[in-house]
């Protein structure tokens, strides 16, 4: 279970990545943050934040027309 969960289900592309840059803020170093997002483009947008931040995708996939991701909080 994530440490926190952000529920960006609904929102465009960049929102779902500038909600959870700002709540990763709050998960502590080794933490992870679950983000659930509708937007189709969230999947290489997460995979392009956590290349360029150097946090750790520790988890995705997909049911129902909803994207889940789990990051670990590394940088």
Do not use: W
């Not at 279970?1 to 990545?17: R, V």
């Not at 520790?58 to 590394?74: L, N, P, Q, W, Y």
Request: charged share 25%; aromatic share 6%.
């Amino acid at each position: 279970m994530a440490d926190k969960t952000l529920d960006a289900k609904g929102l465009n592309c960049p929102l779902p990545i500038l909600k959870a840059k700002k709540m990763l803020k709050e998960v502590p170093a080794g933490g992870t943050l679950e983000i659930l997002a509708t937007d189709p483009g969230s999947v290489a947008d997460f995979e392009a934040f956590c290349r360029t931040t150097g946090n750790t995708m520790m988890e995705t996939g997909s049911d129902a027309g909803v994207f889940r991701f789990v990051i670990k909080h590394t940088a």
